[in-house]
């Protein structure tokens, strides 16, 4: 496995200014001006880790994979290109944006667009929460995780794991809207249990949802209270899921595209011990969806 972690996401928004308050009040992430009317959301040492930018949708516009080095940057290049995959150079207004050495793109066959970049640029200034938020659980396990929809979860699956080098966490068929989901929750190499997830359901936004880790329970708390007492919508209760073991919630982001997660205390695993499991409960407790409630 050659992928590193999930280093950034890069979000299209039709009122990117929408995102300077729900960054800074909801999430406690710091905001600076990026490239071109786009804004930054600094989460820890990185200038930034969530890129928002001017688009006519609300939508995800790509996701980007770190590895360690130029080295595994150009071998994993290589080997993308021997197998047949059309791969494409980031140009350097894309450069900019990301602030990395290098990065290329390509598309998994439901149409994400995977950036693959080494060598991010920053100054290293540490995070400091423009509300008192002590931070969030980043480093070696990369921003959080992503759920991407697939409408042929398997052969996503495939490209992923066979192409990209991902190894698969558990698998989770669950009932969504009356009828029956399957989820693959994947890893890249660090120790989060899962960098990325492919479900089986539609969404024009390109994106389910996207998570970050906080940590302490407290925070996660805290975090609740001021959706809670903030205009946005809660989209699902307080729970435990099964595959983690996180302690979550989730609600809605700006434009309404798609939903965010904040988490506590995902189990970090050792891959070499692991066993694949997969489960028909997701949560052992909570997560109600409560998006469409009259409450």
């Not at 047949?84 to 149409?111: C, I, N, S, Y």
Request: glycine letters at 10%.
């Amino acid at each position: 496995m050659r992928v590193q972690e999930l280093g950034y996401v890069v979000i299209g928004a039709q009122r990117v200014a929408d995102w300077r308050p729900f960054a800074e009040d909801i999430l406690g992430m710091s905001t600076a001006p990026g490239p071109n009317d786009a804004l930054y959301l600094k989460m820890d040492e990185r200038d930034f880790r969530l890129a928002i930018v001017p688009s006519e949708t609300d939508r995800l516009v790509a996701s980007g994979w770190a590895v360690p080095s130029q080295e595994a940057y150009d071998s994993l290049k290589n080997s993308l290109r021997e197998r047949g995959v059309q791969l494409t150079d980031g140009v350097a207004e894309e450069l900019h944006l990301r602030r990395v050495q290098e990065f290329f793109w390509l598309h998994d066959p439901d149409g994400n667009r995977i950036e693959v970049f080494w060598g991010p640029v920053c100054d290293f200034k540490p995070f400091v929460s423009p509300i008192g938020v002590p931070g969030f659980i980043t480093g070696e396990l990369g921003l959080g995780h992503i759920v991407l929809p697939a409408s042929d979860v398997d052969a996503c699956y495939r490209f992923w794991h066979e192409t990209l080098g991902f190894g698969l966490s558990d698998i989770l068929t669950m009932n969504f809207g009356g009828q029956a989901v399957k989820l693959r929750f994947m890893h890249c190499e660090n120790k989060r249990q899962h960098s990325l997830a492919l479900a089986g359901m539609p969404s024009p936004a390109g994106l389910i949802h996207m998570c970050v880790e906080m940590p302490s329970l407290k925070d996660v708390g805290l975090a609740l209270d001021r959706v809670m007492n903030s205009n946005m919508k809660l989209v699902m209760t307080l729970g435990q899921h099964v595959n983690d073991d996180a302690i979550s919630f989730y609600f809605m982001t700006p434009g309404g595209a798609f939903f965010f997660e904040i988490g506590w205390q995902g189990v970090l695993k050792d891959w070499d011990r692991h066993t694949v499991f997969e489960t028909t409960l997701p949560s052992y407790w909570g997560h109600k969806f409560v998006l469409n409630d009259p409450q």
